[in-house]
């Protein structure tokens, strides 16, 4: 049995994930700085039989992202799969003319070191189970510089950038990259944004295999209103 590690786990898209995942047979490992909030998903996913453990990290100590990645899998077996989906702290997200240059040391670290840091800490693994998924899940800031957020379009598509290379690198070893862009808020009354919808489609790109970026749902055009 493989291990479908979460970074960034919590109460919505988190929790819908590592059930999707877990319902295909996957022992889960929930990373996050909150063990109040590991314990809550695990006692949830083990009402529905799925194993799930909690393991201490902050995406913004490299150390402890690795310590966390090598214990889940010699706890719960191989990691086969990386979901990299932390929510992006508030003052990420300034305006860019108030956007200085110590103002974007956190959101790269957070969005370029952290999941540099996790993919090194797994791939050895992947490698020698012969296959692997890793995704990455990024607002529409991502694709579509957004002025008010300058800390997040920046680090997002540095992000984009190391993961699509990613993807073309590691293609020939059977490890599968990908990226979800969710443009809109993830909510439970959202008929393309709720997290069921958000993890049914992580999963299917896990199993499908094909393509890197992907859409929750199409972004329009800002200067004229189509996608």
Not at 44 to 58: K, N, S, V, Y
Request: one cysteine or more; a negative charge.
């Amino acid at each position: 049995m493989t291990t479908f590690a979460l970074v960034g786990a919590g109460p919505g898209l988190g929790l819908a994930a590592a059930r999707r995942f877990g319902r295909a047979g996957h022992r889960v490992a929930l990373l996050s700085r909150s063990t109040r909030h590991q314990d809550s998903l695990v006692y949830e996913l083990a009402r529905e039989d799925i194993d799930a453990r909690g393991f201490t990290a902050d995406v913004l100590d490299p150390a402890s992202l690795t310590t966390a990645l090598h214990e889940a899998a010699d706890t719960l077996g191989p990691v086969e799969i990386l979901q990299f989906s932390p929510v992006p702290r508030g003052d990420f997200m300034k305006p860019v003319l108030d956007t200085t240059a110590a103002d974007l040391d956190d959101p790269l670290a957070f969005s370029v070191k952290g999941p540099l840091t996790c993919v090194n800490a797994v791939l050895p693994g992947m490698r020698e189970l012969g296959r692997g998924s890793l995704l990455f899940v990024n607002g529409g800031s991502a694709v579509r510089p957004k002025a008010s957020v300058a800390g997040t379009s920046i680090a997002f598509a540095a992000e984009s950038a190391y993961a699509q290379m990613l993807h073309t690198a590691l293609a020939p070893e059977n490890i599968h990259v990908a990226q979800l862009i969710v443009s809109g808020a993830i909510s439970p009354e959202s008929a393309a944004s709720s997290p069921e919808k958000l993890a049914e489609l992580l999963y299917g790109l896990h199993t499908d295999r094909k393509g890197f970026r992907h859409y929750a749902e199409p972004m329009p055009d800002p200067q004229d209103g189509t996608p």
